[in-house]
């Protein structure tokens, strides 16, 4: 099993910026692909990014690419989401997941482990 603890949302203003953190605990998942996906009230949850185990390989979803950057550090077992130029329409409930044994995974059906989310709020 692992583990993931979401940290660092809140409130901003268009333009803004917010950095997430995503703490992994249990087994150890220094193999695992780590993404971030996020879910909007009313809406269906969507991919926003994915970085590979080592950090190397990055995939991002069209609406936050030039403006989201995803980053981990294995020896802190944590994955982050730099978030800049923040819109009203990245607001959402952002959710960590890792993907034990795939190197890049974009597919919500592709991760087996789940944070509790984080809410992000972008005020116009």
């Known amino acids: 099993q692992v583990q993931l603890v979401e940290s660092g949302g809140g409130l901003v203003e268009t333009g803004g910026s917010l950095r997430l953190s995503c703490v992994a605990s249990?087994?150890?998942?220094?193999?695992?692909?780590l993404g971030w996906f996020r879910q909007a009230h009313g809406k269906e949850r969507e991919f926003v990014a994915a970085v590979s185990w080592n950090g190397i390989g990055t995939k991002y979803s069209d609406s936050v690419k030039g403006r989201f950057t995803i980053s981990r550090d294995n020896a802190k077992n944590t994955v982050y989401l730099q978030m800049n130029s923040l819109k009203p329409e990245d607001t959402a409930v952002y959710y960590c997941?890792?993907?034990?044994?795939?190197?890049?995974?974009?597919?919500?059906?592709?991760?087996?482990?789940w944070g509790q989310g984080t809410q992000v709020t972008v005020s116009s």
């Open positions: 249990g087994r150890s998942c220094n193999t695992c692909g």
């Open positions: 997941a890792a993907a034990p044994g795939l190197p890049l995974a974009y597919l919500a059906h592709q991760y087996g482990y």
